[in-house]
């Protein structure tokens, strides 16, 4: 048997509220099925499972918020023994009507309190007895669904605690380069003459490779922060910043962005941006990132030190493409150039290793043919 737990979908959630059951007990399940929804303060997120079985049964019922770690279902996974026969159903009839007569004096005092109706109240006790929960359960009202300043509200405040607690606990250190994207950009000019309109590359999609590339030159900076220490990662999961349209962002994961060609992390960013900003994510999604990657120059901004997301001990912020004098061979020519800073996590890394990291995003993205 298999606990399936409420995620933590990000540094900043303590709680989710389980919107949907998708899967029902009995139902077969297998890896990166989706079994449920579960709502946060950033929005509806689709929740996956990663064992191979049998949903057994679900704990928590729709509507309920719940601490994360929360078991919400059991799965019996693939070759555990069945389950005991169940009752039948004149069985379950009769421990049910016996129960039934089983009321405690705390139960039914709450019960006159709360002006609740025993006789419609369901026992969760043993043998079908109604305890004081079942009296409170039937008492409160179903859960307020967030209006939408509420959402943004809550956000906000989930977020500002997130960064709190970063900036307390993790001793940041930043460092940061002038990038010349001179070659990059014709290269990329070329590239996408060659492609239809809907496959062309913007440079954030380059930015991304780049930052995956430097990860596995300089594996310091991927992975996380666990109470053992620092966990590094084969893989670099990039997450990418979004912003959402009500306020607010997320930073879901472009998986394995150092194995995957140009074209497939463009339309992995797309889609990430398109169903981030419709609720449409998935639980891996939000919670696999090994490194992430802000990117503010479409509003103007020439330079940005982040704040690392926790457990992550590393993020690569990205402004605007600009152009300033350079000096080339001796000479002064005009250059397209971009600043890439990286916020560091002292404990994991040091100055050296972040400097090591930005030149390896320079020497990638003065390779894009190689991304």
């Known amino acids: ?125 043993p043998g079908g007895a109604i305890t004081v929960a079942d009296v409170e359960g039937a008492a409160a009202p179903p859960p307020a669904v967030p209006e939408p300043g509420d959402r943004r509200t809550g956000m906000r405040s989930a977020i500002g605690a997130a960064m709190a607690r970063s900036k307390r606990e993790i001793p ?31 440079p954030v999609v380059l930015f991304i490779k780049a930052v995956a590339a430097a990860c596995v030159t300089v594996p310091t900076l991927n992975g996380l922060w666990t109470d053992r220490g620092f966990a590094g990662n084969d893989a670099a999961h990039v997450g990418c910043a979004i912003a959402l349209r009500g306020g607010g962002l997320v930073a879901p994961a472009v998986r394995d962005a150092q194995a995957k060609p140009l074209g497939e992390v463009a339309r992995e960013f797309a ?57 080339v061979d001796g000479r002064l020519e005009p250059r397209a150039v971009v600043t890439a800073s990286v916020s560091v996590d002292h404990r994991v890394a040091d100055g050296r290793d972040a400097g090591a990291f930005l030149n390896a995003i320079d020497r990638a993205l003065q390779a894009p043919e190689s991304l």
């Open 1 to 125: 048997m298999t606990e399936f737990r409420m995620p933590a979908l990000g540094a900043d959630m303590e709680a989710g509220t389980l919107v949907e059951w998708l899967k029902k007990p009995g139902d077969a399940v297998k890896r990166g099925d989706i079994i449920a929804v579960v709502d946060t303060e950033k929005g509806a997120i689709e929740i996956e499972v990663f064992e191979e079985g049998e949903l057994e049964r679900t704990i928590v019922t729709p509507g309920e918020k719940v601490p994360v770690g929360t078991v919400l279902a059991v799965i019996r996974t693939a070759g555990a023994p069945a389950p005991p026969a169940a009752l039948s159903p004149v069985e379950r009839m009769a421990p049910a009507a016996a129960g039934r007569g089983r009321i405690s004096p705390a139960a039914r005092k709450a019960a006159e309190e709360l002006h609740v109706d025993l006789r419609a109240v369901e026992g969760h006790g």
């Open 271 to 327: 889609d990430l941006v398109m169903r981030a900003r419709a609720g449409g994510l998935r639980s891996s999604e939000m919670s696999d990132a090994t490194i992430t990657v802000t990117n503010l120059g479409d509003l103007g901004v020439e330079a940005a030190y982040a704040i690392i997301i926790p457990p992550q001990v590393a993020i690569v912020a990205f402004g605007r493409i600009v152009e300033r004098p350079w000096v």
């Open 172 to 202: 940041h250190l930043y460092a940061s380069t002038t990038i010349d994207l001179t070659r990059m950009l014709a290269w990329l000019a070329a590239e996408n003459q060659r492609r239809s309109v809907t496959e062309r590359l913007l």
